[in-house]
Nanobody, 125 residues
Framework: QVQVVEAGGGLVEAGASLTLSCTTTGITFSDYTLAWFRQAPGKDREFVAAHHKSNRRSYYGDSVKGRFTISRDNAKNTVYLQMNSLKPKETALYYC??????????????????WGQGTKVTVSS
C-alpha cells in the first residue's frame, strides 16, 4: 500500500522560513517525479514545485521562484520544500504528490497518482 506523509507545517510570521518534508512508502521513490501543491481556503489547488525523476531538475510556480527550493533524498524516500520569505497569502494546506508526468504536464495535479493528506502552513501578518 502506498503512503505519502507530509510533515513540517506550522504557524510562522510573515518573512519567516519553513521546511516541509514528505516521505513515501510502497513505491520505488526514484521512479517518480515528486511535487508540492497547495490549496488556500476557498481557492483551487495550485502547483508549487516539482523535482523530475529523470532529468533531476526542479520546476517552480511563478509565485515562488527564488524563494522556495525543492529537493529530494532518494535514499530516504523523502522530498523537501524549503520555503523562505513566506507571505500571509501563502497560508494553505500543502500537499505532496508522486507521479510520472511528462515534462509539459508537470504542473497539472491530474498527472500525479499518489497524494498525501497535506500539512497546514499558516503565515501571520
Amino acid at each position: 500500500q502506498v503512503q505519502v506523509v507530509e510533515a513540517g507545517g506550522g504557524l510562522v510570521e510573515a518573512g519567516a522560513s519553513l521546511t516541509l518534508s514528505c516521505t513515501t512508502t510502497g513505491i520505488t521513490f526514484s521512479d517518480y517525479t515528486l511535487a508540492w501543491f497547495r490549496q488556500a481556503p476557498g481557492k483551487d489547488r495550485e502547483f508549487v514545485a516539482a523535482h523530475h525523476k529523470s532529468n533531476r531538475r526542479s520546476y517552480y510556480g511563478d509565485s515562488v521562484k527564488g524563494r522556495f527550493t525543492i529537493s529530494r533524498d532518494n535514499a530516504k524516500n523523502t522530498v523537501y520544500l524549503q520555503m523562505n520569505s513566506l507571505k500571509p497569502k501563502e497560508t494553505a494546506l500543502y500537499y505532496c504528490a508522486a507521479g510520472r508526468p511528462i515534462l509539459s504536464s508537470l504542473r497539472g495535479e491530474a498527472n500525479y497518482y499518489y497524494w498525501g493528506q497535506g500539512t497546514k502552513v499558516t503565515v501571520s501578518s
